[in-house]
């Protein structure tokens, strides 16, 4: 052996013994520290029952301006898309040719009058003769079939009169109700007909209706509920989301439900009527349609957060005394403004996890901070 090499073996049996008389082992693992979880109480408190449904805007009265007689267009009296009143005077059709037609009538008719008191004035000659025996019978029934061809004829005349004062009523196109009027389809001096395309279309702007389909099984499932509940059907409210995601100011209320289902969807049709004195609504628009109970429930209620869903159906992970964590499931209604209320399945006052729910699994501990109560209607 050589010295450089006893005096290494020498160093290092004596850091073996230094580090053996220091005590010299591994640390302890660090004590593993319970996932932190917010939970939220399961509470009571009250609910407004609502489902939605994608509907569209309908106006309320709606038609569509067709030339009745044919002939120039002479006038257009309107802006396009102005509002009209009922009786409002918006298109003029030619009138030289049907006020001739009138006139002609009217003459006519006093042909006929002539001609028919010609004839009375002969059957009461005739009559006379007959009684002395100067003429025969059948010279008088000649007289009176006159006289009643005569009267058929003043008749048909006075037809043709009113029918040629109709036709020409017709050459003023007037506004059946008030409302906003479209665009023009014809320009003055176009010939029209009763075969052409409308004229223009009116609308009716206030009220309006919003129509949807409503699945069969809901709608008897909402009825069964408001039975219970002592509510009108009537009663409940109609509210509308619109396309930007506001919700529209006004409510209204359900004022028909189709008598038949569609077979093919088994939907049926139900109409709302809602104000809309700010034009807002527009005819043919979508909609969300939300209907409402007329007053609100008591519900147990858990944070929509909380909800988890499986094949197996809704659950929860709730917090017990012991801070393990368990899997609860438990019947459900649909979520109403952020909160999910309950059936059955679940108990006031157990705990849910909302957040951190993806660190934990059933069974484990964990250190839970509770939530502040979440008032309906407010967001996270």
């Known amino acids: 052996m050589t010295i450089g090499t006893a005096a290494h073996s020498c160093l290092t049996l004596a850091m073996a013994v230094l580090l053996s008389a220091c005590g010299g082992t591994e640390p302890p693992p660090a004590a593993v520290q319970p996932p932190a979880v917010t939970v939220a109480r399961v509470a009571r408190q009250d609910v407004t029952p609502r489902a939605t449904f994608t509907g569209r805007i309908d106006a309320v ?110 050459t003023d196109v007037k506004a059946p109700f008030a409302g906003s009027i479209g665009r023009a389809t014809y320009s003055v001096g176009n010939y029209v007909s009763p075969t052409s395309e409308p004229l223009a279309t009116i609308v009716s702007q206030d009220p309006v209706y919003v129509v949807f389909p409503v699945s069969v099984r809901l709608l008897l499932d909402m009825r069964r509920h408001q039975v219970e509940m002592g509510e009108d059907p009537r009663a409940a409210k109609v509210k509308l989301r619109l396309s930007d995601g506001l919700m529209y100011g006004h409510v209204g209320r359900i004022d028909f439900v189709d008598v038949q289902a569609n077979p093919a969807t088994d939907t049926v049709i139900v109409r709302a009527e809602l104000p809309n004195p700010d034009r807002i609504l527009k005819a043919d628009s979508l909609v969300t349609a939300v209907i409402e109970t007329a007053k609100p429930e008591q519900a147990l209620v858990v944070p929509q957060q909380a909800l988890q869903i499986d094949q197996g159906g809704p659950y929860v992970l709730t917090v017990g005394g012991d801070n393990k964590v368990q899997v609860r499931r438990f019947k459900a209604s649909a979520a109403i403004d952020g909160v999910v209320p309950v059936k059955e399945g679940l108990a006031e006052g157990e705990r849910v996890i909302t957040d951190g729910v993806q660190k934990v699994r059933p069974g484990i501990v964990v250190a839970p901070t509770e939530a502040a109560p979440r008032a309906v209607g407010e967001t996270k």
């Open 61 to 170: 009265n709606k038609v569509d301006l067709r030339a009745r007689v044919q002939g120039f267009l002479e006038q257009r009296l309107f802006e396009e898309g102005m509002d009209v009143k009922e009786g409002q005077l918006l298109f003029v059709v030619e009138k030289p040719p049907y006020e001739a037609a009138v006139d002609d009538a009217k003459g006519a008719i006093e042909r006929a009058e002539g001609a028919l008191k010609l004839a009375n004035v002969e059957v009461e000659r005739f009559q006379e003769l007959v009684a002395k025996k100067a003429v025969s019978q059948n010279d008088l029934d000649q007289r009176v079939a006159k006289q009643t061809e005569a009267r058929g004829a003043l008749m048909q005349s006075q037809a043709a009169l009113q029918k040629a004062e109709l036709d020409l009523s017709y």
